[in-house]
């Protein structure tokens, strides 16, 4: 379900060279050099997802570790080349399955293309520094844009924000500081955030895909 050869059109395309609102370089790399740092970093899902493919939904963990349903503070980067691409304060329950965010942390981090795969008309997201795959972007999302990043998992990395705490690299270790977090978590949250930002994502019969 390779969607990268199918993209007839880009709406965004960062100027190389260029550093991004929120100061990072977003110069594009060149694609030798992202294919490297596939076949270096990542796991064999990962690879598949970021060459354009689409995980199960609620099959999502990031390669830290950490759920795609966690509630904590953080960043959410390119699992490739670690561009911040979404945060967790625009992240909320789509009930898709799949990590959801109504923006991108930076406009010049993520790239919007036409993806005429599968028969359907969509807007692809990609990295704008690297162009891994992250998923689509659908017009039915929450306020205050409307937008709904709907992303793999396993594109993503989770960083945690200061003071969130420090997450082991993997294993059993890590999901139990996750479950604790978020259990903590429950006693003191959502004092006037976003709504529907905090539910636990929950399989709904919602037919569109990453
Ligand atoms: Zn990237």
Sequence with gaps: ??????????????????????????????????QLARERALSIKQRYVVSGGTEPPFSGRFSNGVRYSTKRRGTFNCAVCDLPAYSSSSKFNSGTGWPSFYETIDPDHVW?????????????????RCHAHQGHVFNDGPRPT????????????FKAAHGEGQ???????????????????????NKGG????????EPSARPTVA
């Design 1 to 34: 379900m390779t969607s990268e050869n199918n993209s007839s059109s880009s709406t965004k395309r960062v100027v190389a060279g260029a550093v991004s609102a929120s100061g990072y370089d977003v110069t594009r790399r060149k694609k030798g050099t992202a």
């Design 146 to 157: 409307g937008k709904r990043y709907c992303v793999n998992a396993a594109s993503l990395t």
């Design 194 to 201: 976003k709504e529907g930002a905090e539910g636990e994502e």
């Design 167 to 189: 997450v082991p690299s993997h294993g059993i270790a890590a999901g139990f500081v996750d479950m604790l977090s978020r259990h903590l978590r429950i006693r003191t949250k």
């Design 112 to 128: 919007e293309t036409t993806d005429l795969s599968a028969g359907m008309v969509r807007k692809e997201v990609k990295c704008a």
